[in-house]
């Protein structure tokens, strides 16, 4: 079992205004990776940032925290190499947004960059599957993309189920809703790659939040690998 348990806020939520010192504050309250929510107003309904925003959190924050680009966006070919460039670690693309995952992931892999592949809560798992053995993380939404702070959408753990029962090694994240209240459910259908934005930032104790979701979906792990 290669897979570890590992918590990335997103800093949708996060005083924008002061993007670098909220980063610093995740990474320094126990953070594992950082989970940068890039959205282009159309494939989405909101907008963020983009690249040149990511080169700069590169530059103040140094080499060490694990970028890992939540890409909603159209024709998400265009921003690979950009986003290379700037120091992004790992590109996530939405399923939805191209005709071509086979020759993206190649193009993502040739700049350096590792593949996440994300599906919205309308697709099946049986359209990412196809493509899960050639990436290194499998994004399952429990949202609809476009906005931090939306419930939790319990029936996508279905989804997560079925991914680690095929995929036994894949990395697997849940991105929307997740908090102390959803992380449970997460842990016990197997995803291990956690994203959590309102209840971490938001929280007066963001390093005892981080800790609890780390502990609970560790144990889900472990137990996994006795029942094995
Ligand atoms: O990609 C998205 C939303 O589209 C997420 O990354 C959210 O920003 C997570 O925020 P919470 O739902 O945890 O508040
Ligand atoms: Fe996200």
């Avoid at 590109?91 to 993502?108: M, Q, S, W």
């Avoid at 209240?181 to 005892?208: F, L, Q, W, Y």
Wanted: aromatic letters at 6%.
């Amino acid at each position: 079992m290669a897979y570890s348990a590992k918590i990335g806020p997103s800093i949708l939520s996060s005083d924008l205004s002061c993007l670098g010192s909220e980063c610093v504050r995740m990474m320094e309250s126990g953070a594992d990776y950082l989970h940068l929510d890039v959205m282009d107003g159309h494939f989405v309904p909101n907008i963020t940032f983009g690249h040149p925003m990511v080169e700069c959190l590169r530059k103040s924050l140094g080499q060490d925290p694990f970028f890992d680009m939540h890409m909603m966006v159209s024709r998400p070919e265009q921003w690979v190499k950009p986003m290379a460039a700037a120091g992004a670690n790992q590109y996530t693309f939405h399923i939805e947004a191209t005709t071509n995952p086979g020759n993206l992931i190649k193009e993502i892999k040739e700049s350096g960059m590792k593949v996440g592949l994300a599906i919205k809560p309308g697709t099946t798992v049986e359209e990412l599957a196809p493509w899960a053995n050639q990436i290194d993380m499998a994004l399952v939404m429990t949202v609809e993309p476009g906005f931090g702070g939306q419930k939790f959408i319990e029936d996508m753990m279905p989804k997560v189920n079925w991914l680690r029962s095929q995929f036994p090694s894949l990395d697997i994240e849940v991105d929307g809703g997740v908090g102390p209240d959803t992380i449970h459910k997460c842990a016990e259908a197997g995803a291990n790659m956690i994203v959590s934005g309102s209840a971490v930032i938001g929280s007066e104790d963001p390093r005892s939040v981080i800790a609890l979701l780390r502990t609970v979906v560790a144990e889900a792990i472990q137990k996994r690998s006795l029942d094995r």
